[in-house]
Nanobody, 126 residues
Framework: QVQLVESGGGLVQAGGSLRLSCAASGLTFGYYAMGWFRQAPGKEREFIAAISRSGIRTNYADSVKGRFTISRDNAKNTVYLQMNSLKPEDTAVYYC???????????????????WGQGTQVTVSS
């Protein structure tokens, strides 16, 4: 079955960096756009970043643009989220998701995604 496993979360001070990874199995990775989402306590899950099947197209939420970078390695079935200049408001559970697409899109709509990981906690202290 399809599995998405996030890793790399943890506790970091404001201004610091973390790199999240999401390893996919059970699917043909190159056929899927990949996205990162997050959910903070008491808030709805929100879009962070997405990358198209081959990686030629990316999409970011305004709140992370210029600080976060999404990338993928199709040979390793892994998508990454490099997070720099972290802020306390970035504290959340971060989820990766996979969306089967024929074209090179990087969707922000959660409803478009077919598979989800279990999430990894990121905590940014002030």
């Amino acid at each position: 079955q399809v599995q998405l496993v996030e890793s790399g979360g943890g506790l970091v001070q404001a201004g610091g960096s973390l790199r999240l990874s999401c390893a996919a199995s059970g699917l043909t990775f190159g056929y899927y756009a990949m996205g990162w989402f997050r959910q903070a306590p008491g808030k709805e899950r929100e879009f962070i970043a997405a990358i198209s099947r081959s990686g030629i197209r990316t999409n970011y939420a305004d709140s992370v643009k210029g600080r976060f970078t999404i990338s993928r390695d199709n040979a390793k079935n892994t998508v990454y989220l490099q997070m720099n200049s972290l802020k306390p408001e970035d504290t959340a559970v971060y989820y990766c998701a996979a969306d089967a697409l024929l074209l090179e899109y990087a969707p922000s709509d959660q409803a478009a995604y077919d598979y989800w990981g279990q999430g990894t906690q990121v905590t940014v202290s002030s």
